[in-house]
């Protein structure tokens, strides 16, 4: 018995270091999968889970460990996604991802920042995939927080210069949810506008409760009896498909520049009424004219089409995870604070495009596309969007230096351990 004990003793670190070695590195997800955003939080699953598969299928990451998704309902609330990562540090995960909702992300960001203040050594890495406030890389910036999406003013200017140069534009409504990100949308849209095209009236701006309304029609009425021939939406979810559903039952005779176009059930709501009026800036869409884009789109399909009708669209998850893997490999380490170093001004081809993860503010620098949502033609549009019959179509692309914004950012780096 005491040759037993001995032996058990002297195999155990061994034992231990091996299990370490081939246990998966877990990537918590922190997203309403809950309320009345669920169906883009369980979107999100999809996208993640198809790209974590195929880093898996490549190998792993550090000589064949694997990635593994757990799914944490945060309830698009910032005081339960906060409760949710406590949960997930208790149980021991190091990376985390969310992107549904600033003022999720906010909070979240601030409380991973104060955790490995306290616990250097169960440090986390979070992971924003599409969270927009331009805060978060400027003014309440930290070296725990990446964001793998172009903020909110990149995209603004992209949007207003692409409508300073639509001469039939000359009245335009705001129409936001209440939120940072709607306050946004709002403030820039009027800003940019004002100093590209003076003569562009601003004809109404509206701010909604988030998730909270219902009914569209009177706002569709509003909006029509406003003269308006354009309206400038960051809405996203319900609050988009809702207001593009009442639009088309008053026939409302506008063009909807929506920043989350493609949201999910929006090719829907909208079908033939939207085409060639609903228009969105993007990083990516399923209809950019290379062969990885459309083989990506096949095997998206292929996976969840009959289950699910619904499209890719979020390239930053896949960028993400892709990046990730990078800087585990190139650190050759599943340490966040050695990934986290090599994730800073790391440079990545995504479907044979270059961005940059500015090292400056941890923001990702990537060109950004305008879309028009538009019958398939078998040539610019050679994938629909949820069985529609209509996909977007590339109008015009921005290189990121055209549109990309200073930072503000004065980010404070952990002492090496």
């Given at each position: 018995m005491r040759f037993f004990i001995a032996l058990v003793a002297l195999l155990l670190p061994t034992?231990?270091?091996?299990?370490?070695?081939s246990s998966p590195i877990r990537i918590g997800l922190i997203e309403e999968l809950s309320g009345p955003f669920s169906a883009v939080g369980h979107w999100t699953v999809r996208h993640l889970q198809i790209a974590i598969d195929g880093i898996n299928q490549r190998g792993g990451v550090l000589g064949g460990r694997k990635l593994e998704l757990v799914k944490i309902d945060g309830k698009g609330d910032p005081k339960d996604a906060v409760l949710a990562l406590h949960q997930a540090t208790d149980n021991g995960l190091r990376f985390i991802t969310q992107g549904s909702g600033s003022a999720v992300a906010s909070a979240l960001s601030a409380a991973i920042d104060k955790h490995n203040t306290r616990n250097p050594h169960r440090s986390v890495l979070f992971l924003n995939y599409m969270a927009g406030d331009p805060a978060l890389t400027n003014e309440r910036c930290n070296f725990w927080h990446f964001r793998f999406e172009a903020h909110l003013e990149v995209k603004m200017r992209a949007f207003t210069q692409y409508i300073a140069g639509l001469h039939d534009v000359k009245a335009v409504y705001l129409f936001?949810?209440?939120?940072s990100w709607g306050h946004g949308v709002a403030r820039m849209g009027r800003q940019m506008l004002a100093s590209l095209r003076p003569d562009i009236r601003i004809v109404g701006d509206d701010l909604i409760p988030l998730g909270k309304v219902k009914d569209f029609a009177p706002y569709a009425a509003k909006i029509k009896a406003s003269g308006a021939d354009s309206v400038i939406t960051g809405n996203w979810g319900n609050d988009l498909n809702l207001l593009l559903k009442a639009g088309k039952s008053s026939d409302l005779p506008v063009k909807y520049y929506a920043i989350f176009g493609h949201e999910l059930g929006a090719p829907t709501v909208i079908g033939a009424a939207g085409s060639e009026r609903l228009v969105q800036v993007s990083p990516w869409h399923a209809n950019l004219p290379r062969p990885e884009v459309g083989a990506f789109v096949r095997d998206y399909w292929r996976r969840y089409k009959a289950s699910h009708n619904d499209d890719p669209y979020y390239a930053s998850i896949r960028i993400a995870m892709d990046m990730l893997t990078k800087a585990i490999e190139q650190s050759k380490s599943d340490d966040p604070l050695a990934v986290a170093n090599a994730l800073r001004g790391m440079r990545h081809v995504d479907h044979g495009e270059s961005v940059w993860m500015r090292p400056d503010d941890h923001q990702l620098v990537q060109p950004l596309y305008i879309s028009t949502f538009a019958p398939v033609d078998g040539e610019k549009v050679k994938f629909d969007l949820?069985?529609?019959?209509?996909?977007?179509?590339?109008?015009q692309r921005f290189n990121a230096a055209d549109i990309m914004t200073p930072t503000t950012c004065r980010m404070s780096l952990p002492e090496a351990r």
């Amino acid at each position: 018995m005491r040759f037993f004990i001995a032996l058990v003793a002297l195999l155990l670190p061994t034992l231990t270091f091996s299990s370490e070695k081939s246990s998966p590195i877990r990537i918590g997800l922190i997203e309403e999968l809950s309320g009345p955003f669920s169906a883009v939080g369980h979107w999100t699953v999809r996208h993640l889970q198809i790209a974590i598969d195929g880093i898996n299928q490549r190998g792993g990451v550090l000589g064949g460990r694997k990635l593994e998704l757990v799914k944490i309902d945060g309830k698009g609330d910032p005081k339960d996604a906060v409760l949710a990562l406590h949960q997930a540090t208790d149980n021991g995960l190091r990376f985390i991802t969310q992107g549904s909702g600033s003022a999720v992300a906010s909070a979240l960001s601030a409380a991973i920042d104060k955790h490995n203040t306290r616990n250097p050594h169960r440090s986390v890495l979070f992971l924003n995939y599409m969270a927009g406030d331009p805060a978060l890389t400027n003014e309440r910036c930290n070296f725990w927080h990446f964001r793998f999406e172009a903020h909110l003013e990149v995209k603004m200017r992209a949007f207003t210069q692409y409508i300073a140069g639509l001469h039939d534009v000359k009245a335009v409504y705001l129409f936001n949810q209440d939120y940072s990100w709607g306050h946004g949308v709002a403030r820039m849209g009027r800003q940019m506008l004002a100093s590209l095209r003076p003569d562009i009236r601003i004809v109404g701006d509206d701010l909604i409760p988030l998730g909270k309304v219902k009914d569209f029609a009177p706002y569709a009425a509003k909006i029509k009896a406003s003269g308006a021939d354009s309206v400038i939406t960051g809405n996203w979810g319900n609050d988009l498909n809702l207001l593009l559903k009442a639009g088309k039952s008053s026939d409302l005779p506008v063009k909807y520049y929506a920043i989350f176009g493609h949201e999910l059930g929006a090719p829907t709501v909208i079908g033939a009424a939207g085409s060639e009026r609903l228009v969105q800036v993007s990083p990516w869409h399923a209809n950019l004219p290379r062969p990885e884009v459309g083989a990506f789109v096949r095997d998206y399909w292929r996976r969840y089409k009959a289950s699910h009708n619904d499209d890719p669209y979020y390239a930053s998850i896949r960028i993400a995870m892709d990046m990730l893997t990078k800087a585990i490999e190139q650190s050759k380490s599943d340490d966040p604070l050695a990934v986290a170093n090599a994730l800073r001004g790391m440079r990545h081809v995504d479907h044979g495009e270059s961005v940059w993860m500015r090292p400056d503010d941890h923001q990702l620098v990537q060109p950004l596309y305008i879309s028009t949502f538009a019958p398939v033609d078998g040539e610019k549009v050679k994938f629909d969007l949820e069985g529609t019959g209509y996909g977007f179509r590339t109008e015009q692309r921005f290189n990121a230096a055209d549109i990309m914004t200073p930072t503000t950012c004065r980010m404070s780096l952990p002492e090496a351990r």
